[in-house]
C-alpha cells in the first residue's frame, strides 16, 4: 500500500501532504500534556510491531502493494490520535530510512495509513465494541485497511502519472486489501482478545469502554 515517487501528480501529492498535516497536527494538539508516561513504552511497542508487519508486501498489479498495516491494534490501544502519531512515526522512518514509500507520495501514505486506516478503525470499534470485543476488533482490523486502500486506489488512480485508471486501481486495491484484511481483522482480534485477558489495563480508556 505504501506509494512510491512518480506514481501521484503533484498537485494530488500537494494536498495530502497538507491533509495529513492537518489532522497530525490535531493529534499533537489533542495528545500533548494528556500522555501518561507509563504509556510510552506501549507506544514504542505498538509502533516496532507494526514496522515488522509492514516490511512484508507483495506486490498488486494495477495497484501498489498489499501488506499488513496494523492501524486498528493502534487505534484500539492508543486511541485515534496517539495511535496516527504512531504509525506516522513509523511511515516516516519507512520512507526516510528504507526507501519504502516515496518522499512525495508520503503526505498520501500517511493519510491512507494513519488517518484514514486508524480513524475508520477506530470508530468502527467504538460503534461496534457492545457487541463483543471480538466483534469490533476484527471488524475494525478488516475494514481499517480495506479503506485505506481504497483511498491509495483513488489516488493513484486520479494521477495521470499512473498508467492504470481510478477504474482499475480502485477495485484492485479494495478487492485484494479486503482480502488481506480478513486476516488483518484476525489478527487484529487475537491481540486484542490476549491483551483484554492479560493486561486489560493497557487497553485505551477511550475505546475500552471503561
Request: with cysteine; aromatic share 10%; proline share 4%.
Amino acid at each position: 500500500m505504501h506509494i512510491p515517487d512518480g506514481y501521484l501528480d503533484m498537485p494530488i501529492a500537494v494536498l495530502f501532504y497538507l491533509l495529513s498535516a492537518a489532522v497530525v497536527g490535531y493529534s499533537v494538539y489533542r495528545v500533548r500534556g494528556t500522555l501518561d508516561e507509563k504509556k510510552i513504552p506501549l507506544v514504542g511497542m505498538v509502533a516496532a510491531g507494526i514496522f515488522a508487519a509492514q516490511m512484508l508486501n507483495w506486490p498488486i498489479p494495477g495497484g501498489t502493494s498489499a501488506h499488513l498495516v496494523g492501524g486498528a491494534i493502534a487505534a484500539i490501544l492508543l486511541g485515534p490520535y496517539l495511535g496516527c502519531l504512531a504509525m506516522t512515526s513509523v511511515l516516516v522512518i519507512q520512507c526516510l530510512l528504507f526507501g519504502d514509500g516515496g518522499i512525495t507520495a508520503l503526505g498520501a501514505n500517511v493519510w491512507n495509513m494513519a488517518v484514514v486506516n486508524v480513524f475508520v478503525a477506530h470508530y468502527l470499534y467504538v460503534f461496534l465494541r457492545d457487541k463483543g470485543l471480538h466483534l469490533a476488533s476484527f471488524v475494525s482490523g478488516w475494514l481499517g485497511i480495506t479503506a485505506a486502500a481504497i483511498f491509495a486506489g483513488i489516488e493513484v488512480g486520479l494521477s495521470s502519472s499512473f498508467k492504470y485508471s481510478i477504474g482499475v486501481t480502485v477495485p484492485t486495491m479494495g478487492i485484494w486489501h479486503g482480502l488481506l484484511g480478513l486476516l488483518e481483522g484476525v489478527i487484529t482480534a487475537a491481540v486484542i482478545l490476549y491483551i483484554a485477558k492479560n493486561r486489560p489495563d493497557i487497553l485505551n480508556e477511550e475505546v475500552s469502554g471503561e
